[in-house]
């Protein structure tokens, strides 16, 4: 049975590259690519969002993807493998539980949606000047 995660990544910026839109647009794309290989996903939409948290001329990239609950390692691994981290933790924040991983390159979030569809309209109310992508 279909599930779907939430997931955010934020990527840190090292010295060889500062983090633009440009530049995280093509590798959401290659890890896209990567899990379509791996598992079968109907589709991935995200959205790339200034983080006005942390710094400026910083993002982060939200993501909603269906799948089955057997391909949840795979993601991980992939995620893993894009912010150069390896170790996953529980957390829990307001009622909902995350699994985190911090790597050299970023932080990722994922958690199992309830209200897929109420996440959506979050997305869209909160980035309406942001281009909001669905990938098939």
Not at 77 to 92: A, D, F, P, Q, V
Request: hydrophobic share 35%; charged share 30%.
């Amino acid at each position: 049975m279909k599930k779907t995660l939430g997931i955010l990544i934020r990527k840190k910026n090292n010295s060889d590259n500062k983090i633009t839109k440009k530049l995280l647009k093509k590798e959401i794309l290659t890890v896209w690519r990567k899990l379509k290989k791996q598992c079968n996903l109907e589709y991935m939409m995200y959205v790339i969002q200034s983080d006005l948290l942390t710094a400026r001329n910083t993002y982060y990239i939200h993501c909603i993807l269906p799948i089955e609950e057997s391909e949840y390692n795979i993601i991980q691994e992939r995620l893993s493998k894009y912010i150069k981290g390896n170790l996953w933790e529980k957390e829990k924040q307001l009622y909902r539980d995350f699994d985190i991983c911090v790597g050299i390159y970023g932080k990722v979030h994922i958690q199992w949606l309830v209200d897929v569809e109420r996440h959506k309209e979050w997305i869209h109310n909160k980035n309406k000047d942001e281009d909001i992508i669905q990938l098939y």
